[in-house]
């Protein structure tokens, strides 16, 4: 909402929350007094039905049980939540523990990684918006998949996130004394985020595999993603090599070599920013890739993926830099 | 220099730096990285002569001693620093430790103020911008002190800050192992804007008096200012005199009665967002006034003046929400 | 439990818990494994009667409904939260919203500061654990209301508590994305512990009243208040006051003249902190006074009043310094 | 000092600073007072002859030039710099850019690692205090290379760390608002930690080799090392091999399988807690090591080397458990 009451091209019309139903949205998001002036409302089947999209920022099986009737009534749709992140349903269904209402559906949606996609995002009903973690680590290796560096078996993705990731929730893991002033690990034997990584680096490579590890850091936002793959033959030119290949893209900013991107860089921006260092005695590369979980992972790539639908500038709405400090 | 970029009627001619000259801006600052293109240049005498204007983020003193051949030059000037805040020149030399390089054009200067002076600074060549403390402070006694509500020599101001409004410097006390996890007063004997704060109010009753004690938060950017005062009369109609005060102006928003602000609210955005509190019992008002102290209390203002002196919208460059969270 | 596990006199009998019943504590608080074994059990009626001392760090109306079973089997208790605070049964009643079950009781309860009550402390049976809020405030208006140098309807307490006072439980406003990076008032309107602050202070003084505003800081541990006062006659005197009121006291520091203490110089440590200074021109006094709300405003002034309940060296388990940084 | 002066079997005689000489300990670190009494005092090539033990808490190369007269005036020396760390002399002088000054007592030196030279420290005259980063991989490591459970040229160290690492001083850098809210890599070409860990592994299996990565977090205090390597053989004991390894260690401690140590359990403590994973998949282990960097990863350390070198208890002033939260 931040982002689209800037928006050249968008009109708000509805938001919905069961438990907010009747709240002013301002209320829950004080930033926006003056901005928006929407209530939530309840959500119902035909609610959407005047819009040209909806955005579904819900839980897990919420967007795949009404994608369809929404689809049918001639609305697109772009979810947030990974109902149509994964090709493969049976690992969809293993990682997710749940049925895939409408496997279908899953094969039309088209995952919505600009860097990646971007004619098919153009044309699609549907768009998958890719997750935080997977976003940075793709951008990441892309060039050097895309130019065979590396061997695809061997890559590492250590990923540093903020708090924000979580969603905005009681619990007491996400209390500010349990995460300030600390680090750790999760998931280390498994996240949902590595059969996404794997299956769309696999359509550059069948032979990719990694190791991913997700780790809390006490920030709100960011992610910082600290990739380690084998180097395969002559590693001279991979600093014009990733220069190359994002040359024309706007959001996605490879730094100069030796660089060290910080997280606060891209505060509150669309921006996936990249360096790219080659360490000679281990023939390894490290690539470093930072976002805003919340823009370029999140809500901006969603944004981004509308302009690319409906034919708007590509970086409308998207333009203004992070803030610092 | 990140609002400046996105004004529609602004274009950054140069940038100075003494100790920064040849290098580029946005190596300083990687949010801009793509954004502007801009090296410092060294500060010289003429340098600024084909500008419109000339914002002065620079230390105190710096000002003062080149205003004066802007101005001829017909070059308008913005000063963020303190050298024309305060019109009792004695109080300034005291308080700032130095002789005035230019009197005459104090008195020239317009505190930059617009809720205030807004008139005054439309056709102003000179605009002094506020301190943060100030903006924050005068803000929420404006509605009081012109409706005479309170007794005008028994303010006390409380006011906590975050640690962005001591510059970006090499020093020990600002260090983030000093500063986070920890909370302190500082200069509780007298700060500079307290002669600031109070010679501005007493244009509104030559009464006024008060005392001002600055906290440091463990925070980057954000002012709360928790402003105490006696009760003159009567105060039953205090919230809607508030609202009524500030009904157009487009970035004082005050807040429904009984409203705590959050200075997150207004991180990054050029709001200052109020909420008065009458205590029945001790005959008190309480009033609490947040800001960006980066912004409304300085960059977003000085855009405001140039809005205004320039004729352009005043609200243009700054109408983007506040970044939560 | 981290104070209590190095304590040479005591031992940990039993840590009961109904949601947490047959979990390790260590698995709770990872940082006391291999320091705490137990587990904690289930409450019942007569669990404790083979202790000498059960400390209560429940919900307020919890000891209150358990307290006088315990007393009549020997038990002597210390209770954290507030059933014995207030002596006032209708003050209590209307800020706690309850009905007392034990009124008798909180006559005979010893109010746990020991700056105050030391000797009523040693005999006592059943100790009311002050609010982390007054003891803050109380410490640092006992040298000026117990020399008459203030006007004791003039009070205001301005305080700036870390978020821990909250305690360990899941809800939206303690998330870290909510808290951190922000400040905020709450409770403008009247918070429980301003009953308590003003019937302690007015044992000293009947006159007293004050107006008491509680916000809440970016940070785990730690409460600074900022006091005003109007000075009554000279102030001369006023350190050397605080420094001879406080001199025998092991946990009250009184800084220089001049001097802000900052919260993290006592994270940790059983100390309160405390600077006065002396406006000249407003004739009022500020006292800064910081403490660790979690230690000398909770579990450590309930162990220096079980060191005095005991007969045990008053500073026994409370002597290592605060941690900085 | 915050650990030292609980200790039962010290007195601190002097403590050195040019900068800070005739200034009270206790101005400096404000938690100490009431704790230390001493003042700064210059250092002399004499001073501390009458001490049987000096701590070097210096910039690298001071504690070389001094060592050897203090150990010929029957002084023990523990270097918390890295001046005796590293055996290999023009390897020492190429990453610390120095000529050595007495490559003699680099070969006397112990490197300070209880778990791997306890015997050696026992006698030793100077021990090399290890590095914060080493002490936390080479920890992770032990159990793996002892058991010959990985391939020695595979290990990737992915190592996050607050900001206390970088001592205390007045650097932009270092600036909260540079710091907080943001994640950063560094020193990914090469850090001085880097030939120290190697070197120390290299004893235990020679065709050790490693990629380091520090990153700098967003916190006082803490390392949480993420350690991956390439299993060799079989990996189903590996959780009661690190049990084993470490069972009768005082300061390591092995969590459950599949646990996630967090850097705030350590807080404070000096304690390194670990915890092994295996990725059947992938073949490889990633072990999680936690310690503060300050205290395991230096002082506490230090201080347990120094009650093995002067036949204290090891724990001795080293017991009290991590400060949560």
Known sequence: MRLLVRHPS???????????????????????????????SEPSADSYHDCDLVFFATPNTTAMSQ??????????????????RI???PTWEKWYGATHACPALVEEAVYGLPELNREQIRGARLVANPGCYPTSVILGLLPLLAN??????????????????????ASVGSAFCEVTESVKAYAVQGHRHLPEIREVLQTLDAGVDLVFTPHLM??????HSTIYA???GDADQVQSLFEDYYRD???????PAGSHP??????GANICRLAVHYLDAAKKFVVLSVEDNLVKGAAGQAIQNMNLMFGFDETAGLEAPGMMP
């Open 230 to 232: 084998d180097a395969r």
């Open 10 to 40: 968008v009109t708000l019309e509805k938001i919905t929350s069961r438990s907010e139903a009747g709240n002013a949205v301002a209320e829950l998001f004080p930033n926006l007094r003056g901005q928006v002036d929407l209530c939530f």
């Open 262 to 267: 910080e997280t606060r860089s891209v505060r």
């Open 218 to 223: 006490p920030m709100i936002r960011g992610i």
């Open 148 to 169: 065979q560096l590396i061997e695809p078996g061997s890559i590492i993705a250590d990923c540093k996130s903020g708090t924000s990731g979580a969603g905005r929730k």
């Open 87 to 89: 090709k493969h349903i």
């Open 67 to 84: 994608a369809e009737s929404l689809l049918e009534a001639g609305v697109r749709v772009i979810d947030l939540a990974a109902d149509f």
């Open 249 to 255: 893209e706007p959001f996605v900013d490879v730094m």
